[in-house]
Nanobody
């Protein structure tokens, strides 16, 4: 069973950038499809991006396409989410997830979740 720990969240101004990291323990991320989601207060958990085990296939939600980039370094057992041109509506708790599914846009595609990291974008 893998345990996931997110880091890199914080407070940033509109237009700024952050890079989130998700590091796995007790297993290796290369075994899994990895995804990033976010959840704002009162909202459902929202899909952002996913990457397959090799890093050769990625997918993005329309809301972040062109601004966010997912990547993975299996040697470091870490997945990243580079977030540029941040907007106040990007404010949320960001979660990484790991799963075995061939697909990755829905929460049920994932078996393991991190505790989340807060991202706040000020206007």
């Amino acid at each position: 069973q893998v345990q996931l720990v997110e880091s890199g969240g914080g407070l940033v101004q509109t237009g700024g950038s952050l890079r989130l990291s998700c590091t796995a323990s007790k297993d290796t991320v290369s075994n899994y499809r990895m995804g990033w989601f976010r959840q704002a207060p009162g909202n459902e958990r929202e899909f952002l991006s996913t990457i397959d085990w090799s890093g050769g296939s990625t997918d993005y939600a329309d809301s972040v396409k062109g601004r966010f980039t997912i990547s993975r370094d299996n040697a470091k057992n870490t997945v990243y989410l580079q977030m540029n041109s941040l907007k106040p509506e990007d404010t949320a708790v960001y979660y990484c997830a790991a799963g075995y599914s061939l697909s990755g846009r829905r929460t049920f595609h994932y078996d393991y979740w991190g505790q989340g990291t807060q991202v706040t974008v000020s206007s």
